[in-house]
Protein backbone atom coordinates (compact mmCIF):
# COMPACT_ATOMS: atom_id res chain seq x y z
CA UNK A 1 0.00 0.00 0.00
CA UNK A 2 2.88 2.49 1.27
CA UNK A 3 4.81 1.62 -2.51
CA UNK A 4 1.22 2.63 -3.89
CA UNK A 5 1.38 5.93 -2.10
CA UNK A 6 4.63 6.81 -2.92
CA UNK A 7 4.03 6.10 -6.98
CA UNK A 8 0.40 8.06 -6.79
CA UNK A 9 2.07 11.01 -5.22
CA UNK A 10 4.22 11.47 -8.30
CA UNK A 11 1.64 12.14 -10.51
CA UNK A 12 -0.29 14.29 -7.58
CA UNK A 13 2.75 16.26 -6.93
CA UNK A 14 2.59 18.82 -10.06
CA UNK A 15 5.34 21.32 -8.57
CA UNK A 16 4.24 21.77 -4.69
CA UNK A 17 7.09 21.42 -3.10
CA UNK A 18 7.76 23.74 -0.51
CA UNK A 19 5.74 25.32 2.32
CA UNK A 20 5.23 29.12 1.19
CA UNK A 21 8.12 31.46 2.75
CA UNK A 22 9.71 34.39 1.61
CA UNK A 23 13.27 33.43 0.12
CA UNK A 24 16.06 32.62 2.95
CA UNK A 25 19.95 33.60 2.90
CA UNK A 26 21.79 31.16 0.96
CA UNK A 27 25.06 30.49 -0.56
CA UNK A 28 27.44 33.62 -0.78
CA UNK A 29 26.66 33.63 -4.50
CA UNK A 30 23.95 36.16 -5.59
CA UNK A 31 23.55 33.87 -8.84
CA UNK A 32 23.31 31.06 -7.02
CA UNK A 33 21.08 32.51 -4.33
CA UNK A 34 18.60 33.26 -6.73
CA UNK A 35 18.15 29.77 -7.87
CA UNK A 36 14.95 28.50 -5.60
CA UNK A 37 12.41 26.05 -5.06
CA UNK A 38 8.91 26.76 -6.27
CA UNK A 39 5.71 26.59 -3.96
CA UNK A 40 3.26 26.06 -7.25
CA UNK A 41 0.66 27.52 -4.31
CA UNK A 42 1.11 30.31 -3.50
CA UNK A 43 4.40 31.17 -6.18
CA UNK A 44 6.85 32.12 -3.52
CA UNK A 45 10.09 30.88 -4.07
CA UNK A 46 12.41 29.83 -1.12
CA UNK A 47 16.60 28.95 -1.27
CA UNK A 48 17.68 25.91 0.76
CA UNK A 49 13.88 25.08 2.10
CA UNK A 50 12.99 23.93 5.77
CA UNK A 51 14.54 20.33 6.44
CA UNK A 52 10.73 19.42 5.82
CA UNK A 53 9.19 19.55 2.73
CA UNK A 54 5.59 18.54 2.53
CA UNK A 55 4.65 16.84 -0.61
CA UNK A 56 2.07 18.03 -2.47
CA UNK A 57 2.75 21.02 -0.40
CA UNK A 58 -1.27 22.74 -0.05
CA UNK A 59 -2.94 20.11 1.01
CA UNK A 60 -1.91 17.83 3.79
CA UNK A 61 -0.87 14.44 2.68
CA UNK A 62 0.25 10.79 3.81
CA UNK A 63 3.83 11.44 2.73
CA UNK A 64 6.58 13.85 3.09
CA UNK A 65 10.32 14.67 2.92
CA UNK A 66 11.64 14.83 6.07
CA UNK A 67 15.20 15.81 7.93
CA UNK A 68 16.20 17.51 4.84
CA UNK A 69 20.10 19.07 5.29
CA UNK A 70 21.70 20.42 1.98
CA UNK A 71 24.99 19.67 0.58
CA UNK A 72 25.21 22.02 -1.94
CA UNK A 73 22.94 24.83 -3.50
CA UNK A 74 23.53 26.58 -6.85
CA UNK A 75 22.98 25.50 -10.34
CA UNK A 76 22.27 22.54 -9.27
CA UNK A 77 21.21 21.36 -5.73
CA UNK A 78 22.05 18.26 -3.09
CA UNK A 79 20.58 16.98 -0.73
CA UNK A 80 19.90 14.18 1.51
CA UNK A 81 16.83 13.04 4.00
CA UNK A 82 14.00 10.63 4.61
CA UNK A 83 10.76 10.03 2.03
CA UNK A 84 8.29 9.58 4.72
CA UNK A 85 5.19 7.16 4.03
CA UNK A 86 1.94 6.89 6.15
CA UNK A 87 1.73 3.08 6.17
CA UNK A 88 -2.06 3.88 6.28
CA UNK A 89 -2.28 0.57 8.08
CA UNK A 90 -5.11 0.06 9.36
CA UNK A 91 -6.51 3.90 8.28
CA UNK A 92 -4.50 6.74 7.03
CA UNK A 93 -5.06 8.53 10.47
CA UNK A 94 -3.76 5.49 12.94
CA UNK A 95 -0.84 4.91 10.18
CA UNK A 96 2.31 5.07 11.10
CA UNK A 97 5.34 6.86 8.60
CA UNK A 98 7.99 4.34 7.30
CA UNK A 99 10.74 6.17 6.45
CA UNK A 100 13.03 5.37 3.37
CA UNK A 101 16.78 7.22 3.22
CA UNK A 102 17.09 9.15 -0.14
CA UNK A 103 19.56 11.46 -1.66
CA UNK A 104 17.91 14.44 -3.21
CA UNK A 105 18.92 16.26 -6.84
CA UNK A 106 17.25 19.49 -7.72
CA UNK A 107 18.53 20.29 -11.28
CA UNK A 108 17.37 21.98 -14.57
CA UNK A 109 16.96 25.85 -13.67
CA UNK A 110 14.38 27.82 -15.99
CA UNK A 111 13.54 31.85 -15.49
CA UNK A 112 11.16 32.59 -12.56
CA UNK A 113 8.55 35.57 -12.59
CA UNK A 114 10.22 36.10 -9.00
CA UNK A 115 13.29 36.90 -10.69
CA UNK A 116 15.96 34.48 -10.86
CA UNK A 117 15.42 31.11 -11.88
CA UNK A 118 13.68 27.67 -10.09
CA UNK A 119 14.38 24.54 -10.40
CA UNK A 120 12.08 22.70 -12.55
CA UNK A 121 13.18 19.07 -11.71
CA UNK A 122 13.73 16.73 -8.49
CA UNK A 123 15.20 13.29 -8.41
CA UNK A 124 15.46 11.51 -5.36
CA UNK A 125 17.66 7.92 -5.12
CA UNK A 126 17.07 5.44 -2.27
CA UNK A 127 19.92 4.75 -0.13
CA UNK A 128 18.47 1.99 1.30
CA UNK A 129 15.38 -0.10 1.99
CA UNK A 130 12.74 1.27 -0.36
CA UNK A 131 8.66 0.88 -1.38
CA UNK A 132 7.97 -2.19 -2.68
CA UNK A 133 7.24 -1.85 -6.39
CA UNK A 134 9.42 1.56 -6.27
CA UNK A 135 12.47 2.21 -8.85
CA UNK A 136 15.82 3.25 -7.32
CA UNK A 137 15.09 6.34 -8.71
CA UNK A 138 12.52 8.64 -8.65
CA UNK A 139 12.40 12.31 -10.85
CA UNK A 140 9.35 14.66 -10.19
CA UNK A 141 9.16 17.44 -13.06
CA UNK A 142 7.33 20.86 -11.67
CA UNK A 143 5.15 22.56 -14.94
CA UNK A 144 6.29 26.33 -16.19
CA UNK A 145 3.45 27.71 -13.69
CA UNK A 146 6.02 29.35 -12.18
CA UNK A 147 6.79 31.59 -15.11
Known amino acids: M????????????AGV???AAPASAGPASAAAARVVLVNQCSGKGQVRPHPNIALPGCMPSNEGIGKVSWTSWGSTAFGKGDLEVNSCTPTCASGKYIK???LIVLWRARPWQGGGRYFSRMTWIYTGKRPRHAAVTH?????????
Not at 2 to 13: C, H, I, K, R
Not at 139 to 147: F, I
Open 2 to 13: AAGAVLAASGVV
Open 17 to 19: VVA
Open 100 to 102: YPI
Open 139 to 147: TLTWPAAAN
